[in-house]
């Protein structure tokens, strides 16, 4: 058996070292990372544990230069996902994209009537991705309209503030009244201080307790 050479086997390390370094180097520069990048994530958004899926949709998100069309078309079926995380992820992604307004639109605002989870975060998110379309999504201002009048969901200041973003001019009379019914109310709650403050101080006039001398003097009498 031949005895142990170190000397040998440093120089052997030393070669494999720079061999993977260069492959690795090699990789960097050559494999196209960005394109393995979103089918990676795709793929962990349509069979990833919900946690997991709801992280692809909020990077599939963030991918600055990938095809649009590719990432909206992943995206879209989880707005229906049984996942809440997923949903809310896919609603703020949408609005990160914000490209399409025909495909991606109407789902969103179907997606905020068919929320039944009281702790939901899903309708706001998706107001919010569509005031991120800005006037490429004003053919939908008269639904957000109807909401804000109805205010079905006790959440009328955001899709009035969608409506700002996409069609400013319809907006303006409804911040207006928002304005002067806030106004309104700070002025009533203003009045009923007042009156409560009023109320005690003659209260405190017409009912004044018993001084420590007259209290003494019932008490003896007694």
């Known amino acids: 058996m031949k005895p142990f050479n170190s000397k040998f086997s440093r120089r052997a390390i030393w070669r494999f070292s720079l061999v993977a370094l260069f492959i690795s180097t090699l990789l960097i520069f050559a494999v196209p990372w960005q394109r393995l990048k979103v089918p990676a994530l795709?793929?962990?958004l349509n069979h990833g544990t919900g946690y997991t899926r709801g992280l692809a949709a909020m990077h599939l998100g963030r991918i600055d230069d990938g095809d649009p069309k590719v990432l909206v078309t992943a995206l879209l079926?989880?707005?229906k996902d049984k996942n809440l995380y997923v949903r809310e992820m896919t609603a703020i992604s949408l609005g990160?994209?914000?490209?399409?307004?025909?495909?991606?639109?109407?789902p969103l605002l179907a997606c905020i009537d068919a929320e039944t989870n009281p702790a939901s975060l899903v309708p706001n998110y998706a107001l919010g991705a569509i005031g991120q379309f800005r006037t490429n999504a004003r053919p939908w201002s008269p639904i957000l309209v109807g909401m804000i009048e109805s205010n079905r969901f006790h959440y009328w200041l955001n899709p009035l503030g969608a409506l700002?973003?996409?069609?400013?001019?319809?907006?303006?009379?409804?911040?207006e009244k928002r304005d002067a019914d806030y106004s309104n109310g700070v002025k009533q709650a203003q009045a009923h201080f007042?009156?409560?403050?009023?109320?005690?101080?003659?209260?405190?006039?017409?009912?004044?307790?018993?001084?420590?001398?007259?209290?003494?003097?019932?008490?003896?009498?007694?």
């Open 42 to 44: 795709i793929l962990c």
């Open 194 to 222: 007042d009156e409560v403050a009023r109320r005690r101080a003659l209260f405190l006039r017409t009912n004044v307790p018993p001084t420590n001398s007259a209290a003494a003097t019932n008490a003896t009498h007694s």
């Open 164 to 175: 700002k973003s996409i069609d400013p001019e319809t907006a303006k009379p409804l911040i």
């Open 77 to 79: 079926p989880h707005l």
């Open 96 to 106: 990160h994209i914000h490209q399409y307004p025909e495909q991606v639109v109407p």
